[in-house]
């Protein structure tokens, strides 16, 4: 996954403001990660499509066999081999192709994946009242999460991480995905203010930014 800028400075403003101000009405914390793509999928999409050659190889076998039509098991390998090849060559060579012989189940476990690494790489679960929240966002499985520490989460009921998900993604089809960052802190920052309300000292244990990856 390469380093890539998506949002404009401004964007990317605007998400840290949104950060700033629900920060400060709460000693959560909230963070945000983008990523253009949480897998290279080569290797799986390379597993699909050869599982595909070999079935798609084996029906035209019996088709040439029910129609009379003569070919040797070296014929035939080499067939494959050849499609194998040439299909590995455009997936090398087209790297936004790959993801469409993924499942969207694997797609899926595969964005949950990064936005753990996230969450733990930037030491959201270490926060002194285990109110760190991650707003993660991965554009090449359309998938976003928003995923809480333990003291926040035993507090809030899933449904309404889920509607704040919603929200971001309906942001994201709109091509305003900056704004569903910003409206999805907002919301994360209401139910902290609600649950975990800024106290005489509110230190800033996370940076208030988007990070795009």
Not at 97 to 126: D, T
Not at 183 to 201: C, M, N, Q, S, T
Request: contains cysteine.
């Amino acid at each position: 996954m390469a380093n890539a800028n998506i949002f404009t400075d401004e964007e990317r403003k605007r998400v840290a403001d949104a950060i700033g101000r629900a920060e400060s009405r709460t000693s959560g914390e909230i963070y945000c990660v983008l990523a253009r793509a949480s897998d290279s999928y080569f290797y799986p999409a390379a597993f699909f499509v050869a599982l595909s050659i070999l079935v798609v190889s084996l029906l035209a076998a019996f088709a040439l066999h029910y129609w009379w039509v003569s070919i040797t098991p070296a014929m035939l390998v080499a067939a494959e081999l050849a499609a194998l090849g040439a299909a590995l060559l455009v997936l090398r060579a087209f790297p936004g192709w790959r993801i469409c012989f993924v499942p969207r189940g694997l797609r899926y476990r595969r964005a949950h994946g990064e936005a753990l690494r996230q969450f733990f790489a930037h030491n959201i679960h270490m926060t002194r009242e285990r109110t760190g929240v991650l707003i993660f966002v991965s554009l090449a499985e359309h998938y976003a999460e928003v995923m809480a520490d333990a003291g926040i989460n035993a507090r809030v009921p899933q449904e309404r991480w889920n509607e704040t998900v919603a929200k971001l993604t309906g942001a994201a089809a709109r091509g305003v995905l900056a704004e569903g960052f910003a409206e999805a802190v907002e919301i994360v920052g209401a139910e902290l203010a609600a649950h975990f309300p800024a106290g005489d000292e509110n230190p800033n244990e996370i940076d208030n930014h988007l990070v795009e990856i």
